[in-house]
């Protein structure tokens, strides 16, 4: 499970985003959807990742919980 808090077209935008937010945060690549998701975290189980939803959401409102 993962906690995404951006999607974009391209690497650089994601690196972008972070860099604004001033985190360390990491770029998937999903390859499905030819897309680069900022993952704010990474979980075992769906509990997890929902309290980390939470956290996530202060930062980015639209977070959102991905299964891939």
């Known amino acids: ?3 995404i ?3 974009f077209p391209s690497q650089k935008g994601a690196e972008r985003f972070i860099s604004g937010l001033g985190a360390e945060l990491d770029v998937s690549f999903v390859k499905d959807l030819n897309t680069y998701r ?3 975290s990474m979980h075992e ?3 997890e990742a929902r ?3 939470e956290a996530a959401k ?3 409102e639209t977070a959102w919980i991905a299964v891939y």
Do not use: F
Request: charged residues 0%; neutral net charge.
């Open 5 to 7: 808090i951006g999607s």
């Open 45 to 47: 189980n769906l509990a």
């Open 58 to 60: 202060a930062v980015i």
């Open 1 to 3: 499970y993962y906690v």
């Open 38 to 40: 900022v993952v704010y």
């Open 51 to 53: 309290t980390a939803l």
